[in-house]
T-cell receptor, first 114, second 114 residues
Framework: EAQVTQNPRYLITVTGKKLTVTCSQN?????MSWYRQDPGLGLRQIYY???????DKGDVPEGYKVSRKEKRNFPLILESPSPNQTSLYFC?????????????FGSGTRLTVV | AQSVSQHNHHVILSEAASLELGCNYS??????LFWYVQYPGQHLQLLLK??????LVKGIKGFEAEFIKSKFSFNLRKPSVQWSDTAEYFC????????????FGQGTELSVKP
């Protein structure tokens, strides 16, 4: 089944403790992206990757890092999480640039930073 | 700045009522248009999309949307809603002028009373 898999689904952590949210897709998509979803703000792009070893900042990249060492994986790294990063995170992939033809989304990761 | 605006933050309807959710965008040039739905606790799923051709597009579960280029609008409609349509709905637009980046609206929460 074609899908984007994120882990974990739920995560509670403390301020400053580094964490990684994994994302993997099995559709051989070149383009992958991370979004955060906050009430009243919709989805805002954090980082995106056009292909292996090619990543770039989205609209809200501060406090996040990403890497794209393999085509299928695109982990999101929070080196020193803070409470304002409490949010619902979605990974997405697309066969064409920047989701111009639509995304396939992962199931989401609800992160709480205390 | 380019943006996508959804007119209503929260809509409450009774079953069998008709639905129309507004979406306006501020991009120029060629655009691709999408509506995504997010059921409670789930990830975003594509409801329908418009790339070209007939401006009235039909999606899954009886939803349709009409692209009116002169009004920069892409409103979502359904003649008769069901309780199971309770969800959050996101309009999204990609523009080739912006490198194909997909931008989301703020979302509209739909509550359908049985």
């Amino acid at each position: 089944e074609a899908q984007v898999t994120q882990n974990p689904r739920y995560l509670i952590t403390v301020t400053g403790k580094k964490l990684t949210v994994t994302c993997s897709q099995n559709m051989n998509h070149e383009y992958m992206s991370w979004y955060r979803q906050d009430p009243g703000l919709g989805l805002r792009q954090i980082y995106y990757s056009m292909n292996v070893e090619v990543t770039d900042k989205g609209d809200v990249p501060e406090g996040y890092k990403v890497s794209r060492k393999e085509k299928r994986n695109f982990p999101l790294i929070l080196e020193s999480p803070s409470p304002n990063q409490t949010s619902l995170y979605f990974c997405a992939s697309s066969s064409q640039g920047q989701g111009a033809y639509g995304y396939t989304f992962g199931s989401g990761t609800r992160l709480t930073v205390v | 700045a380019q943006s996508v605006s959804q007119h209503n933050h929260h809509v409450i309807l009774s079953e069998a009522a008709s639905l129309e959710l507004g979406c306006n965008y501020s991009y120029g040039g060629t655009v691709n248009l999408f509506w995504y739905v997010q059921y409670p606790g789930q990830h975003l799923q594509l409801l329908l999309k418009y790339f070209s051709g007939d401006p009235l597009v039909k999606g899954i579960k009886g939803f349709e949307a009409e692209f009116i280029k002169s009004k920069f609008s892409f409103n979502l409609r359904k003649p008769s809603v069901q309780w199971s349509d309770t969800a959050e709905y996101f309009c999204a637009v990609s523009s080739y002028n912006q490198g194909g980046k997909l931008i989301f609206g703020q979302g509209t929460e739909l509550s359908v009373k049985p």
